[in-house]
């Protein structure tokens, strides 16, 4: 598989620290449960457009600074990233033969996993809460999945065309 500009290991990195910010920025208190998954979204893109670049290990680095810049219990989202990065490895022989509606369902259930084990483990160190709406985000990752997935395909078309 030749490297594309758009898989070069800066841009990815560039791209994974934009989501991580997406991921912390703040908002009003009642939008926060509205925000999407922006850096499990933006891990499993590149889990899946370069798997022989990303994997466990940015999920691992990006959980670390997440865990950091939220002030959460150290390795929680490191946890929940990996895993997210591991599972994302196992279905990535199917996961690029599927409509763009198929993956859109694989993303809800990729990040459902990672929001139910982010959950458990919030449970086991902070308070405990009984709501399902920490699995929006989810569900607005796997809307959102088509139009990312597109426009990164868009923009690796264009730059591997101005190369």
């Known amino acids: 598989m030749p490297s594309s500009p758009l898989t070069a290991l800066p841009w990815i990195w560039l791209?994974?620290?934009?989501?991580?910010?997406?991921?912390?920025?703040p908002l009003a208190e009642g939008w926060q449960v509205w925000r999407p998954d922006w850096l499990?979204?933006?891990?499993?893109?590149w889990?899946?457009?370069?798997p022989d670049r990303v994997g466990v290990f940015h999920g691992f680095v990006l959980g670390i600074l997440l865990d950091l810049i939220e002030g959460a219990t150290l390795g929680q989202n490191a946890l929940a990233l990996s895993l997210l990065a591991f599972l994302s490895a196992l279905v990535y022989p199917r996961f690029r033969a599927y409509s763009l509606l198929q993956q859109s369902l694989l993303i809800?259930?990729?990040?459902?996993?990672?929001?139910?084990?982010?959950?458990?483990?919030?449970?086991?160190?902070?308070p405990f809460s009984m709501h399902l709406s920490f699995l929006l985000p989810s569900l607005i990752g796997a809307v959102l999945w088509p139009w990312l997935a597109t426009m990164f395909r868009a923009m690796e078309r264009r730059l591997a065309g101005v190369h």
């Open 108 to 126: 809800l259930v990729l990040l459902g996993l990672s929001q139910l084990t982010e959950q458990w483990l919030r449970t086991l160190f902070g």
């Open 47 to 50: 889990c899946m457009a370069a």
């Open 15 to 25: 791209s994974l620290l934009l989501a991580l910010c997406l991921q912390v920025m």
């Open 40 to 45: 499990g979204l933006m891990l499993i893109y």
